[in-house]
């Protein structure tokens, strides 16, 4: 802090009027010098008077006074708003232009030490301090949002900054590509001061990339969906023709190739349209990808990853009974009245056994056409109800390896309890009981079913199962009595038993399983060991309900099948999306109560190039946040368990860049643009970085104010003076 002395002018006297009087004491000694031109008589002892007189009014009018003070001056601030999106991440002649970026930042400190500089980043959302360390390198943002930075910078409460500089390779997401000045004029409004910009990057690199996929519309399962892909080409990589093509990442095998086309590149662009098929509804991960010529520099932007939610316009079940039970006839019917519903349905009247000499189409209503169902169709079902039914005697022996397939792979696999059932039916031992939730017995002397009436008991996980809460809205507690049950042996590991035997217990000690759930590889299945589920209905528990209980079973059965929401026990999002290399979050939100409940996330990539990844986390909420850590390029499938029930899965894809990455170009002629529009400069930052500082800001700590000359003082020398020089003119002969 410093003292200073020095004059000013009364601070009761606004400025215009000392601008004023100052030009009218100019113009008085203007006219007084033409005045004595005219006359040779006593010129100068007249032009003295007359200037000293215009002097002492002149200061009668400002009354000078004496300002002594101990001030000191504050830098001006400035904000610096550096880029920390992840195009910022890109490679730029062997460094990265973030790092570019922060050598631009520290030469910019030390070329203004006058100011105060308050680095900020702007990325995706408003502008954010970046303290010490904290912001170098950093480049992970989806967007480069400025005219939000800039907008939140002029709404922040803190001191209104003098000036901002921004520092950024150009690959803006706002102001866009091709904005005119009066649209960057309008976003430096926002702001009100000058806006000087540096771009970190001069060179476009030798890139061929995937700029953007997108679908028109929601994704349905089992109809043709068109992907419009847009590439690029730029840096003067030779490129006429790209091969593009769409492939599914799936968890049990190599991608599946969905569709391919050729792109005929016009000024560095194509636009592809390719149409894919998804067979299965749920999250879809789709593999966008180039095959990029010699030269190309950066290849994590020749594939992008789409996640696809595949829909379903109606539910496709293939429904194949042994016999026409009641058992039969309430299920066929209960799947023809829902609307949502697509069926196809056979029913097997006679078998071999029963006429050796029968023609095998006698033996159903229609046809059975195993062959065509079980080799060309069957993907195409969303799921199979398999109801009292012996494989043996229609030839399905043979498709139970495709079959089991078409489960772990995504499909949905009921099996209903009868007297042509699981070991009474021979699947013990085949590929089908490997995707059932529960084992079978396939020894000789193995018992296929118990005939005596019971009442299946719930299980604690089924009496909170989500799948069964319309049926327990309906009847409670309570159970009709059933006729008898197939022999079902122990739960395979991740399965869930919902009902049990009253009395029966497994080779293992436990309550046999009556209904039991699992996920089988990307598919579902059901084990429903009894025939009687129609008494849902008709029997005095149906009519107490109105005959709703049955329908309601099959509703959250069917329904957790195909993955409804409904019947799920938890959602999951990734919040941010995920960026290769950087933490992972898993947001879980469940309708159960989730304090201090575990949950259990088993990750795996769909590729299988990653080995199975298990975190364990205790939630404290309704929602809870499982850390996944860092990971590399993409598709995942991670499958949470929440407590002891049921597990839910969700699928994401994990890009290095996204859009970000897409579009490698620098544009240093829009940050230009921007700073002409702003009233600020423009460099480069690998060039002289001099950006104009403002004037600091000085601050008085202590202020004395002592007049000249007492006003009266200054009126009478006034009067004085201008008397004398008066009596001068007229002794000179001037009026």
Known sequence: MELSRRLAVSGDLPPWCAAIAAILGAVSLICLVVELTRTRRGGAVVFGTGALSIAIVLAAILRPVRVSARESSVGARVVVLADVSRSMALADQGTTRAEVRDRALAALAGRSRDARLAVLGFGDGPARPLAGNEGRARAGDPRSDLAFALRSVAESPDERPKAIVVVSDGQLDDPPEGASRPALAAAARTVGVPIHTIATTR??????????????????????????????????????????????????GPPALLASGIADVTSGKAVVDLTVTMERAGARIVEIAIGAPQGDEIRENDRRLLALGVVRERVRVLHVAGRATQDVRALRRWLKQDASVDLVAFFILRTPADNPQADPDDLALIRFPVDELFDTHLPSFDAVVLQDFDAQPYGLVKHLPSLSRYVRHGGGLIMVGGPNSFVAGGYAGTPLAEVLPVELDGSANAEGADVAPLVPAWTQEGAAARLLGPLRGVVGDELPEMPGAN???????????????????????????????????????????????????????????????????????????????RFEPAQVDVPGGCVAGEPVRLRVRSALHLQNTRITTALTRLDASMPRRSVETTASGETATVELGSLDAGGYSARLSIGEGLSTRHDFACEAGGDEWADSRPDGARLRELAAAAGGTFAFADGPIDVPVPPPTVINAERHVTPALPAWVWAFLAASTLGTHWLVRRRGGLA
Request: charged letters at 20%.
């Open 487 to 565: 022999v079902l042996g122990t739960a395979r590991a991740g399965a869930l038993v919902l009902w049990t035997h009253p009395t029966r217990r497994t080779r293992a000690g436990t309550p046999m399983p009556v209904l039991a759930v699992g996920d089988q590889g990307d598919g579902r299945s059901i084990a429903l060991a009894v025939d009687g589920a129609w008494l849902l209905d008709f029997s005095p528990l149906g009519a107490r309900t109105a005959a709703r209980a049955h329908g309601a079973l099959w509703d959250g059965m069917l329904g957790w099948l195909m993955r409804d929401p």
């Open 203 to 252: 060179r476009t690199p030798k890139d061929a990339s995937v700029r953007r996929a997108s679908t028109a519309g929601a994704a349905v399962a089992h109809v043709p969906v068109p992907i419009r892909v847009e590439v690029a080409c730029g840096g003067g990589l030779d490129c006429d023709k790209l091969t593009v093509t769409a492939k599914e990442l799936r968890e049990d």
